[in-house]
């Protein structure tokens, strides 16, 4: 018996180095294992030993007795890249922990984001002794995307919350969540009462199409939709059109899956899931039956990766569809896409089943224009041709054009950070300018996440991210560097209750999450989420900020 690496991973490559026998990889090419779309388990070498299983944060390893009939092709995924006399180095070994230097006291740090970056950041930081963290964020709840962005019938990817918990309850960790920096404070307030400040604010905006249309209502982002679905409490009174037989999601990467899953997906098979109660009460009405993925390239070309596009054909109640390019004519030479290219063939000659929904995977086509007076009711699109250049495939428009009835479309082309105020900001990039976390020109103040680096990667790819800011913020102390704060952790505790009564600490939201597992276990669910600001705070008994809970606030 050996072990497999499922859908689920997150790539945060733990259980790397907790596997004796290094037969836990990437991809032959792919040298960092910290952008790795997945790892995967030499079949041969692993002893059976099990070490990764409680390794790995998600869930993702399984015994191969145990596989689950949707897992069963990642027994072939994995030993796909360990066939032949293939020489797989050892991972760099794990630099040591850089230390803090005791003599100069304790060293206090201001994280921005309560995302997976952050709460990685916080944990790199809290291995040091003598270290306080106090993590803010504008949202009144933590945890960033596996919160408001992984899907809900996702619930394996989620399961990282668990790590997230032991990170909070690290002595020297603290929350100031419903406080937004930049109103409520600013980043002169933290710089006054920390040694540092750490920005992972994320990429929370959506590139534009720039095409005639794109203002009209109808017109969205899959951004949106999946704050809508997981219940984010700023995006909770949004309606979405679902009135119609077709919605058209523009882009074809995991998020656009996700959202065309969702929609295709029987609302009583995500009932004991943890999406939002609105829209489950939406999709219940929906009169969705075809969801179309646009990819102005081939099939080749497409960003999902190939875990969750298994994951996807593994479901035998969603139909697929292969429009604009018949993927087993593309030649290709990376085993990964070739994996997905026979996959999509495979999935596509299955005979359409009575009764289901079906997703649409048209490549080589591109929006030109929204169409419609007062709200959408079409898309029309262009054909694309492929050509080479420099080694690189790019679609050349055809004059083949046509239109698309729908009365919903959803953009999912690619994310872009936003300006923090009074921070540089590169607005090509979309990113903080920085030198490995070091925020340019702003002594003090670094960057960690998407807000650094760029949307690349995934959840598992903020831990090295984390490790290599973090390096640089301890180094920057001990050598004096860093300025001391003026203010103490209690006059930071008492700034925040005169400018946010309704702040939540730790307790606060451990109460919230409490509420919200109990109500959910009422109805057989993981958790029924909270998606009132009101009702979090009555969760939270925040409302407003007691002097009692001022104490937790200011250090447990």
């Known amino acids: 018996m050996t072990h497999v690496v499922?859908?689920?991973?997150?790539?945060?490559?733990?259980?790397?180095?907790?596997?004796?026998?290094?037969?836990?990889?990437?991809?032959?090419?792919?040298?960092?294992?910290?952008?790795?779309?997945?790892?995967?388990?030499?079949?041969?070498?692993?002893?059976?030993?099990g070490a990764c299983v409680g390794a790995c944060p998600v869930g993702a390893i399984v015994p191969d007795k145990k596989l689950q009939e949707s897992q069963l092709p990642?027994?072939?995924?994995?030993?796909?890249?360990?066939?032949?006399?293939?020489?797989y180095p050892i991972q760099a070994p794990v630099s040591p922990v850089l230390a803090k230097d005791p003599a100069r006291g304790i060293l206090r740090v201001a994280i921005v984001g309560s995302g997976p970056a952050a709460l990685y950041a916080a944990d790199e930081?809290?291995?040091?002794?003598?270290?306080?963290?106090?993590?803010?964020?504008?949202?009144?709840?933590?945890?960033?995307?596996?919160?408001?962005?992984?899907?809900?019938?996702?619930?394996?990817?989620?399961?990282?919350?668990?790590?997230?918990?032991?990170?909070?309850?690290?002595?020297?960790?603290g929350y100031f969540l419903n406080v937004e920096i930049g109103s409520d404070l600013s980043h002169r307030d933290l710089d006054e009462h920390h040694h540092a400040v750490v920005y992972a604010?994320?990429?929370?905006?959506?590139?534009?199409?720039?095409?005639?249309?794109?203002?009209?209502?109808?017109?969205?982002?899959?951004?949106?939709?999946?704050?809508?679905?997981?219940?984010?409490?700023?995006?909770?009174?949004r309606v979405f059109d679902l009135s119609g037989e077709r919605v058209v999601i523009v882009g074809n990467g995991n998020v656009a899956l996700d959202?065309?899953?969702?929609?295709?997906?029987?609302?009583?098979?995500?009932?004991?899931?943890?999406?939002?109660?609105?829209?489950?009460e939406a999709l219940r009405e929906s009169s969705v039956r075809e969801i179309v993925l646009l990819g102005r390239r081939g099939a080749a070309q497409a960003a999902f990766t190939l875990p969750e596009l298994i994951g996807l054909l593994s479901r035998d109640d969603i139909d697929i569809v292969v429009e604009g390019a018949d993927p087993t004519d593309e030649p290709v030479d990376d085993a990964t896409v070739a994996q997905k290219l026979a996959a999509l063939h495979v999935a596509a000659a299955r005979p359409a089943r009575q009764g289901n929904r079906r997703i649409v995977f048209r490549f080589t086509t591109s929006p030109t224009e929204l169409l419609g007076a007062d709200r959408v009711t079409g898309l029309q699109v262009r054909r694309n041709e492929l050509v080479i250049d420099d080694g690189v495939v790019r679609p050349v428009p055809t004059d083949e054009v046509e239109t698309i009835t729908t009365g919903l479309v959803l953009r999912s082309i690619g994310y872009r950070g936003a300006?923090?105020?009074?921070?540089?900001?590169?607005?090509?990039?979309?990113?903080?300018?920085?030198?490995?976390?070091?925020?340019?020109?702003?002594?003090?103040?670094?960057?960690?996440?998407?807000?650094?680096?760029?949307?690349?990667?995934?959840?598992g790819t903020n831990k090295s991210c984390s490790q290599e800011t973090v390096e640089h913020l301890i180094a920057d102390f001990n050598a004096g560097l860093l300025t001391d704060p003026v203010g103490s952790q209690r006059a930071l505790g008492e700034l925040v209750a005169s400018r946010t009564p309704a702040a939540i600490d730790v307790h606060g939201w451990r109460a919230i999450d409490r509420v919200e597992r109990r109500d959910g276990a009422r109805q057989?669910?993981?958790?029924?989420?909270?998606?009132r600001l009101d009702d979090m705070l009555v969760a939270a008994d925040t409302a407003p900020l007691p002097r009692r809970r001022l104490r937790n606030v200011t250090r447990r």
């Open 6 to 49: 499922t859908q689920a991973c997150c790539g945060d490559a733990s259980c790397v180095f907790a596997c004796p026998v290094n037969a836990i990889h990437p991809t032959p090419d792919e040298a960092d294992f910290g952008l790795a779309e997945m790892l995967y388990i030499d079949p041969v070498s692993c002893v059976d030993c």
């Open 74 to 87: 990642f027994v072939d995924i994995n030993a796909l890249f360990h066939v032949g006399e293939r020489t």
């Open 125 to 173: 930081l809290l291995k040091r002794p003598g270290v306080e963290v106090n993590v803010f964020d504008r949202l009144p709840t933590p945890h960033g995307l596996v919160r408001a962005g992984v899907a809900p019938d996702h619930a394996s990817t989620k399961t990282i919350e668990k790590l997230f918990g032991q990170i909070e309850d690290q002595k020297g960790f």
């Open 201 to 237: 604010t994320g990429a929370s905006h959506e590139r534009s199409l720039g095409i005639p249309g794109e203002e009209l209502p109808g017109s969205g982002t899959a951004t949106a939709f999946v704050a809508w679905y997981n219940g984010r409490p700023d995006h909770a009174d």
């Open 259 to 280: 959202v065309a899953r969702i929609l295709a997906t029987d609302p009583n098979r995500l009932a004991s899931t943890d999406i939002a109660d609105h829209a489950l």
């Open 419 to 459: 300006p923090v105020p009074d921070l540089p900001f590169d607005a090509l990039a979309g990113v903080i300018p920085n030198a490995g976390g070091r925020v340019e020109g702003t002594p003090g103040t670094y960057a960690v996440g998407w807000i650094k680096r760029g949307p690349t990667g995934f959840i």
């Open 524 to 531: 057989g669910r993981v958790r029924r989420k909270l998606t």
